[in-house]
């Protein structure tokens, strides 16, 4: 439910930052604008902090989190579940990088969204060059890849029914060996020496190799996983062939340090394209909104956007809000802006298009801004009058209300309005309730109509609060009639948020 249009300003005040505070010097490729980041105590949770600003302040579960620049990439990196992409497709992924710079990539589709019935799976080959750290997407690195050889095997007479069907349409007489099914066969898409491509039908792309980081993550009791971000998938079919990416999709794990426990990761590894990983069956959770809902991670959105959210659902009253965290750097430690949105919702039925899925309308009815650094100030500061609050009023970590002014042009804000959502949940590793909101359209455009209804997933958020039981959980004290602190008192939620906001300045 992230409000829309904001790739062009972000990029605006991403030029306008680096001009203001970046020490840019040296020539080498890896020499990345870099600002100071705060000293900021995170290893203490103070007394009077609500557990989901606690949880906020220690991303990833508390890990030290290290990117390495340039990345290390040797190595085998595997999918930690069932991954949903635009469309939707559903699969899993098993990367493999070599020292020689050389690369296969396994992707293996299937016909549900638990990934247990395999459809086709891809084998990719070819090389990848690092080339310098990213001058668009901060963190990031680009690189030089070429695709040499992708071939396809099929799981059953139906998939390859169905799916000749659609790469014939722009490859005709394919397959071209008998054209039959048989178990095992590779057929070939693409062949860099022969000219045979017949990709297009697919809507097969790697440019998602085009963009990458690497993460390593010290957890307490000493253990480390390694993450690898790839950049994202266009939401449009139509542009994904041609797409250059600004923001990453869900993060492959090293095959020897990912998280524990992780069935998924060993069924992954020990898989091939002629015998594809079959998932574990997942429960089927009942959907439930009721509480608060926070980012597990620094999340990175096309366009240059890193934030977090927090999330506040009340279902009783069907009413929402919504703090987006706005941030200009991919540890989200730099605070640009804020932006605290709310209305009401109507739960649909279950999704026809995404199984698992549940439809949601969203009304978006209230908005205010904060702005946190000096370059969202002048930017806010210079809207026309009547488009964005109060005209020339702007000033720094002073909140502001613009549902008078039907939202604030300057951040593609228009109030009121209606999003087409949808929603699911499920647990993660430590059994903690995971809640995953449908996936922004990467043009930045807002989700106003039926046909935009996502197909895909947002990076999740976990549960920090929820009904009585649950915030005892956490530690928390609770009444009854309190299950959100924000609705009933919103003065002590705000002034947490403000004290929050203080901590990462």
């Not at 247990?116 to 990848?128: D, H």
């Not at 990213?134 to 890849?145: C, K, L, V």
């Not at 090293?254 to 429960?283: D, F, K, W």
Request: overall charge positive; charged content about 20%; aromatic content about 10%.
């Amino acid at each position: 439910m992230m409000l829309a249009h904001l790739a062009h300003l972000v990029q605006i005040l991403s030029v306008a930052w680096a001009l203001e505070v970046l020490p840019i010097s040296g020539s080498k490729l890896w020499d990345v604008p870099s600002a100071p980041h705060p000293q900021v105590n995170t290893t203490v949770k103070l007394q009077w902090e609500p557990q989901c600003q606690f949880q906020l302040r220690h991303l990833q579960d508390g890990a030290r989190i290290t990117a390495l620049v340039p990345p290390q990439l040797e190595g085998n990196w595997v999918s930690t579940g069932c991954e949903v992409r635009p469309g939707p497709e559903f699969l899993t992924r098993f990367y493999t990088f070599y020292s020689n710079r050389l690369f296969k990539a396994l992707q293996f589709y299937y016909r549900d969204g638990g990934c247990r019935e395999p459809a086709y799976s891809l084998t990719i080959k070819g090389k990848l060059r690092l080339r310098q750290a990213s001058w668009i997407t901060r963190g990031a690195t680009e690189t030089d890849h070429h695709v040499n050889k992708v071939g396809i095997v099929f799981h059953s007479q139906a998939a390859m029914r169905e799916l000749t069907g659609r790469i014939n349409l722009t490859c005709p007489g394919f397959p071209s060996r008998g054209g039959r099914w048989a178990p095992g066969r590779v057929y070939e898409l693409y062949n860099s020496k022969s000219g045979r491509d017949c990709r297009a039908g697919l809507g097969f792309s790697m440019l998602e190799l085009g963009l990458l980081r690497v993460e390593k993550q010290q957890h307490p009791q000493r253990r480390l996983v390694e993450e690898l971000f790839l950049g994202d998938v266009h939401t449009d079919w139509a542009q994904r062939m041609n797409y250059r990416p600004t923001g990453y999709q869900r993060p492959l794990q090293s095959a020897m340090h990912h998280i524990h426990p992780c069935p998924a990761c060993g069924i992954i590894y020990r898989s091939n394209e002629h015998q594809p990983p079959i998932l574990p069956r997942q429960p089927d959770l009942p959907l439930e909104l009721q509480g608060k809902w926070v980012s597990r991670e620094c999340e990175v959105r096309p366009a240059v956007l890193f934030l977090t959210r927090y999330f506040i659902f009340q279902e009783r009253s069907r009413s929402w809000e919504g703090y987006y965290h706005h941030y200009s750097d991919p540890a989200c430690r730099q605070p640009t802006f804020t932006v605290h949105a709310s209305g009401r919702y109507v739960r649909g039925p279950r999704s026809a298009a995404v199984p698992g899925g549940t439809d949601f309308v969203f009304k978006v009815t209230h908005a205010k801004v904060t702005a946190l650094d000096r370059a969202s100030v002048l930017m806010l500061n210079t809207s026309e009058e009547g488009t964005c609050g109060e005209a020339g009023s702007w000033t720094l970590g002073e909140e502001q209300d613009i549902t008078g002014t039907q939202g604030c042009a300057s951040l593609g804000i228009t109030l009121p309005h209606n999003e087409y959502e949808l929603f699911k949940t499920q647990l993660d590793h430590k059994q903690r309730p995971l809640l995953f909101i449908g996936e922004r359209p990467t043009d930045g455009s807002s989700p106003d109509r039926p046909e935009k209804r996502p197909t895909s997933y947002q990076a999740p958020l976990v549960q920090c609060a929820g009904t009585v039981e649950t915030a005892a959980r956490h530690g928390q004290r609770s009444q009854p009639g309190r299950a959100s602190m924000l609705t009933a008192t919103p003065w002590a939620t705000l002034l947490g948020v403000s004290l929050y906001l203080l901590a990462v300045l």
